[in-house]
């Protein structure tokens, strides 16, 4: 007769240890403060705006470089790109096999794997106040956010290095390093591929 409520008994052990976890589970410590660069991340970029580039590295890193439908606009009428303009960039570690070698797509591209902790943005304005650029020196029409990728919350990562690097490097194309293969998107109607010969964030353009 036991025999037949062992299942039950065992299922009602099971449930009181998971509530008595629940229970007593220590609280998730609360976020450390979050920066204010007034930038917001928008929740549906990956269906509103367009993925025009995409760069592989040897550092075996994958990025996706989105604009904003205005930008293409922009860009489509040969016009500078306008206030209220974003890109965004994703950064994924390649897919690599079981012995750590990197996985290849049929024409040879990386293949996208886990997306790493931040993403970044840029924006371009002309209200940003002293407290929400990185420094007061140097563009002030560009504005540059970095977000944690799950939560996306503008996350601490320092975004100075952004705005040197492209005060320093992209003048010419208002600040946008990818700008040419921008309009050979616009133009083509195809994700333009890129491989750069550095790792990191070194600019290959």
Request: hydrophobic share 40%; with cysteine.
């Amino acid at each position: 007769m036991m025999k037949k409520y062992l299942p039950l008994i065992y299922a009602g052990l099971v449930i009181g240890l998971l509530m008595l976890a629940a229970a007593t589970q220590q609280p998730k410590p609360a976020p450390a403060s979050v920066p204010n660069f007034g930038m917001t991340l928008p929740d549906n970029y990956r269906d509103e705006f367009s993925l025009y580039l995409v760069v592989d590295r040897p550092d075996r890193t994958v990025r996706f470089v989105y604009a904003a439908p205005d930008v293409v606009e922009a860009v489509q009428a040969g016009e500078e790109i306008p206030y209220g303009a974003r890109l965004i960039i994703e950064t994924y570690d390649a897919q690599t096999d079981l012995v750590g070698n990197v996985l290849r797509d049929s024409t040879g591209h990386l293949i996208a794997g886990t997306m790493q902790p931040n993403i970044h943005m840029i924006e371009k304005r002309d209200d940003w106040t002293v407290q929400q650029l990185p420094t007061p020196i140097g563009v002030i029409d560009w504005n540059f956010g970095s977000f944690d990728a799950q939560s996306y919350l503008p996350s601490t990562e320092n975004r100075n290095d952004c705005l040197t690097c492209h005060d320093n490097g992209a003048f010419r194309r208002d600040f946008v390093f990818s700008r040419p293969l921008l309009e050979d998107f616009v133009s083509e109607g195809e994700v333009q591929y890129l491989y750069c010969r550095f790792p990191g964030r070194g600019n290959c353009i």
